[in-house]
């Protein structure tokens, strides 16, 4: 199903969304994990299982698998806020242009460059009002769950938009709930005796936390405890619930999750490595303190839990061992257009609609969530405002569809702050098994085959010209349909051409 864009008066909306309002609607979980690796977990996302998969212990992503489909292939941007921005709009970040992560009003995140100059891109974020500058104005996920009859909980990380403007506050977005959500892409602390970071100078400290001050308590159980305890009070709504449960585990700066921390370090890891892997534990003990409840309530019939990262797993600096290694096979990490930085592990789990312990090898992008949890919820014709690029993947579940003839497109014209392999201002696109990216600094292209070569290890881009000239025109067509913006050099102040473009003038 694509998901089609009506333009509706608010008279015309209210008798649509009341008919839409009934018990019978699943209940949605979207369980989002923050900078978690495609091979951060005891479950293989591969042909095969690596040394990581035997390193980390997550049994109830395990659990989570038994009782659904394993994504293989699911991809989104390579920072956080351009997809989360995806997630709640449905628009690629070349379209929405939140294409690097937010914080401060008006204010770039992006890492100096001596050769290009970054477009002014939407340093703010979303906004769901007009009007806001810097922003990307659009009709949010949950403000359309919110009037379809859904009790809407937003729970841990938010990142939507910057400080001082309405994305900031996910109540602003269509939630009947937040749970510690602000502008600040990560915690200032995991700690409760710390605070949660609130006792440090800096926007970091998670907010509206003062119950467990001073307290031994993890930040990614209390936030868990917080969101089972909203779901308590939709039992007397009669209203299904979505709940994006988005921790900010296992964002920097690393904490030691005590209660699963010595064991790694009786594994053989080193102290930053043992805390990341107790705070991926941590995190999977919250997915399954969730299934457990739904369980016991009698929820899990008619709930479905969609389950996966916000990009690629750190690797290019802050982490023990080698950097630029995490993620292996998978090349690089968070911030890179290799495949470390955008593919990311995913599961969906749905009673009687999704094959127990089944496999999906289709690839998908964040952008398709928007209209995959509209069609669950049985929103057919919403109004918004944006042009939706992304499409359902509920055909998948049934083992249909050929997802892999379609083209994905990635579009940082941005500078993450880490040096690593694939890590710049780059423009990608992937097609069946090919994948392009277009490196802005210098104009180099560089070419892989994705089904024989996962790691990206060999480029040829040299070798298979027509092919790199074929993809250059789709995502050049793709980047002008979508008014993507471009850097500028520096020496000249000419915007940075497009892949085609540069393939085909005169030099």
């Known amino acids: 199903m694509i998901l089609k864009t009506v333009k ?6 209210a008798p649509l969304l009341s008919n839409a309002q009934n018990t019978s609607q699943p209940n949605i979980i979207l369980f989002l994990v923050d900078d978690m690796g495609w091979q951060d977990s005891s479950l293989p996302f591969w042909t095969e299982k690596t040394h990581f998969n035997n390193t980390y212990e997550t049994p109830n992503m395990e659990r989570l698998a038994d009782q659904g489909m394993k994504f293989t292939q699911a991809y989104v941007s390579a920072v956080s806020s351009p997809t989360r921005v995806s997630l709640l709009t449905g628009m690629n970040a070349a379209h929405h242009r939140v294409t690097n992560w937010t914080l401060h009003r008006n204010s770039s995140n992006d890492a100096n460059s001596d050769v290009l100059n970054f477009p002014k891109w ?9 009007g806001v500058e810097n922003t990307v104005y659009a009709t949010p996920l949950p403000e359309i769950l919110r009037q379809a009859g859904y009790y809407t909980i937003h729970c841990g990380k938010a990142h939507f938009g910057a400080l001082g403007t309405p994305g900031a506050e996910p109540l602003n977005l269509g939630y009947n709930i937040n749970i510690s959500g602000h ?3 990560a915690q200032g602390s995991y700690l409760g005796e710390d605070s949660y970071g609130n006792n440090k100078i800096g926007p970091w400290g998670v907010p509206n936390m003062q119950e467990y001050y001073g307290h031994d308590m993890f930040l990614t159980e209390a936030l868990t405890i917080k969101a089972l305890k909203e779901l308590d009070k939709t039992k007397v709504s009669n209203k299904p619930f979505f709940l994006y449960m988005a921790h900010y585990a296992v964002h920097i700066p690393f904490s030691a999750d005590k209660r699963f921390f010595d064991k790694y370090r009786n594994k053989g890891l080193d102290e930053t490595e043992a805390m990341y892997a107790s705070l991926l534990e941590g995190m999977d003990k919250s997915l399954g303190d969730i299934m457990d409840y739904l369980e016991s309530n009698n929820l899990s019939d008619n709930t479905i839990i969609l389950f996966l990262s916000d990009n690629g797993g750190l690797s290019a600096h802050l982490r023990g061992g080698i950097t630029n290694t995490h993620n292996r096979p998978l090349a690089s990490g968070k911030g890179s257009a ?6 990311v592990p995913m599961i969906v789990k749905w009673a009687d609609k999704v094959p127990k312990s089944s496999i999906c090898n289709e690839y998908l992008i964040a952008e398709d969530y928007f209209p995959t949890i509209l069609e669950i919820a049985g929103v057919k014709s919403p109004n918004i405002i944006q042009k939706v690029d992304g ?3 509920t055909h998948l ?5 050929n997802n892999n003839k379609r083209s994905l497109f990635w579009h940082y014209p941005n500078k993450w702050g880490a040096p690593g392999p694939g ?3 780059t423009s990608t696109i992937r097609k069946g098994d090919w994948k392009l990216i277009y490196y802005h600094e210098d104009n180099k292209f560089e070419l892989f085959n994705i089904s024989k070569d996962i790691g990206e290890y060999n480029d040829l881009a040299h070798k298979e010209k027509k092919q790199v000239e074929k993809l250059a025109k789709e995502l050049e067509d793709y980047l002008v349909s979508v008014n993507a913006q471009m850097p500028s050099y ?5 915007q940075v051409e497009f892949p085609y473009t540069y393939l085909t003038q005169d030099k």
């Not at 509706?8 to 909306?13: D, E, H, V, Y």
Request: glycine share 20%; net charge positive; no cysteine.
């Open 397 to 401: 579940f049934e083992g249909e569809g």
């Open 338 to 343: 290799y495949e470390g930085g955008i593919r």
């Open 490 to 494: 520096k020496k000249t102040g000419k």
């Open 423 to 425: 890590i710049g201002s």
């Open 391 to 393: 499409l359902s993947f």
């Open 183 to 185: 502008a600040a892409g």
């Open 8 to 13: 509706l008066t608010a008279i015309a909306l």
């Open 122 to 130: 939407n340093v703010n974020g979303l906004s769901p009002y007009p």
